[in-house]
């Protein structure tokens, strides 16, 4: 009814952050409200183009390291395959403030994978090849490259790889299914998947997690030049599982790369997706849905690397929270590094709380070394389904559960849509209506 | 043939200082095809009442009753007096995010009738009340009243009033924030509304501006949670002329 600013709990993070500059560009807050919204964000586009005639001041020279938000330049984030580089987190660290440590235990330990931990069942189409990689055989560890304590002690403890790899223009229509079903909530699996796409090859690869274990699993994609690669992450567990990863890509020349990771099951997810562009004229986007009961932390980490010049980057991840210690966080890393000109780039995190006592974080971080781009944004809002949304459905008949479906549904359909495979669009939206139903709505 | 009959209803609500009572026995009957026009200064109530015969949680009754044809209304939940037949145009209409207009309206339309409307024709008749009430058609892709102007959520407002076709609505203030065009435009809606389903209409506002265009049959001057006097149509006049001071007074007295 009137503007929701950011009450206890529905407080986005970076709210006190006062006006700042990267390269000259004010990307600090300023805030648009909406009533029933509250929303930050802004759209560089103009001010960078227009920056070019130095009037703001040094752009593309700036002198002082650009920041954010206060935090270190995802630039000078360490990554790397030495285990002691990466001491176990305490919780006070940038990357691991806002994850449930303890919860992780399970996961962050440098230990081996127990066995039967999982079961994997991989279904492809007959053009598609399913092996195996050895430590050390390539591709494996040509993209990813561990960027925290969780992908590192995977990366160490995984042994063989899955590696699945789609021949240079093959087009497959049936997506590739890798059904990783966990079978212990005390037992580790350390996982790790090798994707690989070839030359103007085309290809959906469905990841999905189910049953429960304690699973930290990496996954690298290769999107092959003027590939059309999709990569669907279901994180559908049970109650007790608790899952982290990192997902890295790197996008080929003239490619078209997409990720969704769709969470809804687990006790503690922490997925942190990634991709950074081999060359240029790629187009890579990166969505997200995620949908947090009581009890449940679901957190998404994404960065977007503009290393190279004239690619496009598109990141939307959606949460809804219900219940009285349901957390969620997104972080969203954008860097546009120097030499990325004619970047094109946005960000939006956007969530809805459902009851009185959910938490949802965003934090958008966006740094920008060249003045020379087409357009660099990023949006955050958080919205509450208060009484008086619900008052004004129920006004027009619609029943309480109905109402808050309604919502519910309309808010995260746009992610869904994202998925393209008919069949996994049908059941995630049954299991939408059964969050709803387990809240009692 | 319908009435609406509220009975010396007094309503409390609770605030940081304890409950406190806004409606203090208020009696109105509304009979089909009648349009009462409830008049009376900020802060005297009305959209309590509204609110109220809406079933708000917020209000609280707690003594008096409202029926419709002799049924229960205070028993029936929010969504169960929609059905039953009662609209209220909210003063404030609420921004709801993440649901279409079209999937709204068809999904309370489905709700109001007990059934699916058609959709070859459900989606026409959208269009057309749309036009009529100047709302534009693109507006049917936006999320319910999300970044609507106060008169586009007005006219949004009596779209639903036009495509629910209620037996009896409540309009709460929605002549404020209008010009005079849009005051027109919504007037004729209402009026349509009014002659196609013989809607008995309980017309809140603090102007007689809207009474230019929508005749009420009755007036009730609205004072200190009470109907501190109710006439004809020459009522309003006399609030044009002389403004509540001659209420206010009796009241404080
Ligand atoms: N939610 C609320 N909290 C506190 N006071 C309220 C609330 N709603 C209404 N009131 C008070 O009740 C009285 C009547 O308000 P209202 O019904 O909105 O009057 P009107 O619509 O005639 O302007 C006013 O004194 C108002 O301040
Ligand atoms: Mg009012």
Sequence with gaps: MTNTPASPGTATDDQDATAEEVAGVEVGERRISIPGMTEEGENLAAETNSASDHSHGGVGESEKKPLTSGVGSRANRHTGFDLADFPEPKGREEEWRFTPIKKLAGVLSDAASDADAVEQQVSAPDAVTVSSLAEGAAPRHSVLQPADRAAVVAVKNAGEALHVSVPADAEIDEPVRVQITGQDAARRENSHIVLETGVNSKAVFVLEHRGTAQFNGNVETIVGEGADVRVISLQRWEDDAVHVGQHDAEVGKDASYKHVAVSLGGAVIRLNTNFRYAAEGAEAEMYGLYFADSGQHIEHRTFVDHNSPRNTSNVLYKGALQGESARTVWVGDVLIRAEAEGTDSYEKNQNLILTDGARADSVPNLEIETGVIEGAGHASSTGRFDENHLFYLMARGIPEREARQLVVRGFLHEIIQTIGVDSIEESLAEDLENELEIAGF | ?253
């Design chain 2, 1 to 253: 043939m319908s009435t609406l009959e509220i009975k010396d209803l007094h309503v409390s609500i609770e605030t940081e200082q304890g409950s406190k009572e806004i409606l203090k026995g208020v009696s109105l009957t509304i009979n089909s095809g009648e349009i009462h026009a409830i008049m009376g200064p900020n802060g005297s109530g009305k959209s309590t009442l509204a609110s109220t015969i809406a079933g708000h949680p917020r209000y609280e009754v707690t003594s008096g009753s409202i029926t419709l044809d002799g049924e229960d209304v205070l028993a029936m939940s929010v969504d169960e007096r929609a059905r039953a037949g009662v609209f209220l145009a909210m003063q404030y209409p609420v921004e709801v995010p993440g649901v279409t207009m079209t999937n709204f309206l068809r999904t309370a339309k489905t709700a109001i009738d007990g059934e699916a409307p058609k959709l070859r024709t459900w989606s026409k008749e959208v269009r057309e009340a749309m036009e009529q009430l100047k709302i534009d058609a693109d507006f049917a892709n936006r999320n319910v009243n999300e970044g609507f102007s106060g008169g586009e959520k007005k006219r949004v407002e009596i779209l639903q009033l036009e495509l629910f076709k209620p037996r009896f609505a409540v309009l709460d203030e929605t002549d404020s924030g209008l010009d005079i065009d849009a005051l027109r435009v919504v007037s004729e809606g209402v009026n349509r509304a009014q002659e196609t389903n013989e809607m008995g209409t309980m017309l809140i506002t603090h102007y007689t501006r809207i009474l230019n265009y929508i005749k009420p049959h009755t007036v009730h001057v609205f004072v200190d949670g009470q109907v501190a006097e109710q006439g004809g149509p020459e009522l309003a006049d006399e609030l044009e002329a002389n403004g509540y001071d001659r209420f206010l007074a009796a009241v404080s007295a």
